[in-house]
């Protein structure tokens, strides 16, 4: 099973990823931000190395330290191609990728921006800035589209209730979460229809 490290590497409380195979050392990073060498340091105190860099979406608070992590020989760029342009590998709904003996599968989920996308390994979910610990992405930002991302969280709200949550910022109560406690305590997963959730996502 892969791993997920989760580091603080932004003051706009941004959280950034190391992925890893704890049995070949081979690992991916995941948004890195604005301080991407506190991941780099932390998967050479690991030993791992590095193969993939993900971007869960294209804003510059979590893409900012793209180029610290590219210029490791061999790291190959993943993303959506509407939020990074040409990245070296192209992710869509359903894209899989490897990393060791694990696999990261793909969730393409639009709202916050056109292509975010999530990432899921195992029980495991880093949700970038479609779901936060109690909250949900903002949906009023060029390129936002509110009805998408209540028909992404819908797709989300089907996932396994102990599936662990690993958002994009540290904006909740804790700095993870669960399914399960997101349908219980998320006001923004609690919403029935589109309606009430478009009136508590752009009047509140």
Known sequence: MLQIIQI???AMDNFSYLIYCPETLRGAAVDPSMRPELLLEKADKLGVKL???LNTHGHQDHIAGNGSILK??????????????CPDISLVEGSS?????????????????????IFKTGNQIITGDTLFVSRCGRADLPGSDVTALYNSLQRLKTLPGETQVYPGHDYGPTVTSTISWELKNNDYFKCTDLQSFIKLRLEN
């Open 8 to 10: 603080h590497a932004s």
């Open 51 to 53: 193969e993939l860099l």
């Open 72 to 85: 490791l020989s061999g790291v190959r760029l993943a993303a959506h191609q509407s939020d990074v342009p």
């Open 97 to 117: 990728l490897e990393l060791g003996r694990g696999i990261i599968e793909v969730m393409h989920t639009p709202g916050h921006t056109p292509g975010s996308v």
